[in-house]
Structures are given as C-alpha cells and as structure tokens.
C-alpha cells in the first residue's frame, strides 16, 4: 500500500499540469527523509533500557558496514530514480506490473549469492513470468501511439526491477553478515543508508542540472502547489523502506518479491479511479503469468498446494469401492 501511495502522488506530480517532473530530486528527497529513523529507534532503544546502536551494528567492523551502507545507498537511490523516470512515461498499472519482473532477478541472483536452491518449478516460472512480461509490455499498448516512448519507459521498468533486485539481495546478505536481523537493527541500517544519501549524492543534482538533453533535469525549487505532494511521497517512501527492509531480514528476498505483487491489483484499481487507465485482455493476461510464475517461486505457498494435490488424490483413492492407498503410494503423492 505504502509503495502503491508514493508512486501514484509520485506520477501525479510529474506529468499534471504545471508538474514537478524532477525524478531524481524526489528520489535523493524521499531517501533523505529516512534518516529520521535514526533518532527515532535510537531514543526508543534507550527508553527500552537498551543502547543507543544496536550491538550487532557496534561489532560491525566500521569499513565492512560503510562499504554496505554506501553500495546499498547508490543501488537503491539510482534504482529509484530509473522507477521514478518511467512513471512520467506510463501508468503506474503497467509500470508495477513490468516491475514485478523483480522476483525473476531476485531468484537468479539469490541462487548466485544466497545458496538457494535450482529446482524445475522455479526454473519454469523464471520462463512464465518472462513471457508474462513480453505480452503486457508488447502487445499491451492501446494502440500504436507514442509506441518508442512506451517501450523505453518498459525498459525502464525493467531495469529499476533488476536494481531493487540487487538491492534485496545484497541488504540480505550485509544483514546476515553482520547478524543485524532485529527490527532495531534494520531501521538503523535503513537510517544510515538515508543519512549517508543525503550527505553523499546531492551533487548529482547539479550534475543532471548541466548536462544537456535528454538527460537533463533542470533544478528548480517546488512552487507552494507541489510542497504536499513531495511530502505525501516522502512519507509514503519512508513507511515503505521500513516495512520493506524488514521483510528483507526476517524473510527470504523471494517472498519479499512475491509479497510486492499484491501493488497489481491495488495498482489498477488506482489507475482506474483516479487517472481513468484501464488493463485491456492482453495486459490481464500477461498479469496473471507473472503473479502465476511469482506464485511458483514461493516455497511455502507450492507446498501448501503439493498438500492439497495429495490431499485430493488420497481421498480419491480411498472413496468406497476403491482400493486403500498404500503407504507407497501415499509417499509418492508425498513426493510429488
């Protein structure tokens, strides 16, 4: 909800009329804001009785957690500026939809860095889902419009998707290194990735200012008319990057993924009752492969259907007239 809220005031104050269509200023300003939490936690551990940092952050060696802070503050900042820059270009319905493709990456790398496992159910959904994303991206346009600026803000889409999925991925492997898997530690890595944000990358706002077209994002201060909306997305970012670093922590980053996929649905209802967007047959059906393919990359929810199949068979096998199940056949619909 809070990812669905601060992308849609997000669009809404890039492309109405008179915008602040300015994606990597709202970017650094909506991870900036993060470091609030820093103060926050901390004052909330002391009057728990408990230190200020965390313990697992304090034996953390200094240039292991800069060197993690830094390389998580870069990914996530540019990914959300790549997320931010399509928004002006499409609906926030398809861009969710083509950012989904995150899971795919976010398992690939997983088998790389975290060890997880290379079966044939995740392989076929890797494939689903990519097909998935071809018929929404291709032939879910409306009509032949301003087709090269659709499929550029695609491509977009899926780029932002495999640098979120860097990030999901690489947070859990410093969370786990530095055993910081506490609600406590997560929101101090959350506030010191925001602190070192704000501190760091500013000046790429007066880089993009003098860099010529189309790159170029001029710099200009918000006019009094677009202060709520960047507070809104600020607010919104900022309950986002709570919950969502952690879900990274406690959970594997494949579930996080699976868990973002309830943003389609949310998503096209948004669009639909406050921008007037609507899915067409193609855009649904590419939207049901990926939360299909999303559906058989999540173990627990896999298992709970494998459950249910062998239930059914075995009351099947077992209906009057029918000989028992032995009990290798009932390891093997086990198995199965």
């Known amino acids: 909800v809070a990812w669905v809220g601060q992308s849609e005031v997000t669009r809404s104050l890039q492309i109405d ?39 697992a952050l304090t034996k953390t060696p200094r240039m292991s957690l800069l060197k993690g802070i830094a390389t998580l503050s870069v990914v996530y900042l540019f990914g959300d500026y790549v997320w ?44 689903v889902a990519t097909g998935g994303v071809v018929i929404f991206s291709t032939l879910g346009g409306e009509d032949g419009s ?8 695609d491509m977009l889409c899926v780029l932002a998707a495999f640098m979120y999925s860097v990030y999901e991925v ?7 290194e530095w055993q910081s898997d506490q609600v406590s530690s ?56 709570i919950f969502f670093g952690i879900s990274l922590a406690l959970l594997r980053p494949v579930i996080v993924s699976v868990g973002v996929m309830m943003s ?7 669009d639909y009752l406050f ?37 059914r068979m075995w009351a099947r096998k077992n209906v009057e007239g029918q000989p028992k199940v032995t009990k290798v056949e009932r390891k093997k619909y086990e198995e199965l």
């Open 17 to 55: 009329t008179d915008g602040y269509d300015k994606p990597f200023l709202l970017s650094w300003i909506n991870h900036t804001v993060a470091f609030m939490l820093v103060p926050i936690q901390g004052a909330f551990s002391r009057a728990m009785g408990e230190p200020f940092t965390p313990p």
């Open 84 to 127: 931010y820059t399509s928004l002006s270009h499409t609906t926030v319905g398809i861009a969710t939809a083509l950012f989904n493709t995150t899971s795919v990456f976010v398992y690939v790398l997983s088998v790389l860095f975290l060890k997880e496992a290379v079966t044939v159910r995740k392989v076929l959904a890797v494939v």
């Open 264 to 270: 389609i649905p949310i998503t096209a209802v948004t």
């Open 186 to 241: 997560v929101n101090m890595i959350v506030g010191y990735i925001a602190v070192l944000t704000g501190l760091t990358l500013w000046p790429f706002i007066i880089i993009l200012d003098v860099l010529p077209e189309p790159m170029r994002e001029n710099f200009t201060l918000p006019d009094s008319g677009h202060v709520a909306g960047i507070c809104g997305s600020a607010l919104g970012a900022v309950a986002f990057n």
């Open 275 to 311: 921008h007037g967007d609507s899915f067409n047959y193609y855009q649904g059906i590419g939207a049901v492969m990926i939360f299909a393919a999303f559906l058989l990359l999540n173990d627990e929810i896999s298992s709970m259907l494998a459950r249910w199949y062998t239930t």
């Open 146 to 153: 301003n087709e090269s600026a659709s499929v550029g803000a």
């Open 170 to 176: 690489y947070f859990k492997v410093v969370t786990t």
